[in-house]
């Protein structure tokens, strides 16, 4: 699991991970709650497009929008959990982690549902 937030990748790597899918979360720094989701994009696609979202007040999960405008974008960091080889598996193994976290609560856990 590659667990470095992706403002601090090295530049070549950085760019070579980015193209890549799988795994990832979105952690709120001040209450440390988290949104897990998946790509079969790639990283940089799906990155961007949640800070699109969010930027623009139009997230789908309105518990995560409500946050990020509460405490603003430096609040918030995207990190890759696993890079998946096998694009065919990454809904299945998201699963596993939503498993995971989502019966911790809404205390910390944006995703509402499995």
């Given amino acids: 699991m590659i667990l470095e ?3 601090g990748f090295k530049k070549g ?3 070579n991970i980015m193209k890549k ?15 897990i989701g998946s790509t079969e994009v790639c990283f940089k696609q799906r990155f961007k497009k949640h800070k699109q979202r969010l930027r623009n007040n139009y997230h789908e999960n309105d518990y995560l929008q409500k946050s990020w405008n509460k405490y603003g974008e430096d609040n ?5 959990l696993e890079e998946i080889s096998d694009k065919s598996k990454v809904k299945e ?5 939503l498993d995971e976290y989502i019966p911790k ?10």
């Fill in 5 to 7: 937030t992706y403002r």
């Fill in 13 to 15: 790597f950085f760019f």
């Fill in 21 to 35: 899918f799988g795994i990832y979360k979105i952690t709120c720094k001040v209450n440390n709650k988290i949104y």
């Fill in 76 to 80: 918030f960091t995207f990190e890759i």
């Fill in 93 to 97: 193994i998201e699963q596993l982690y």
């Fill in 105 to 114: 609560g809404k205390d910390f856990c944006f995703n509402l549902s499995k």
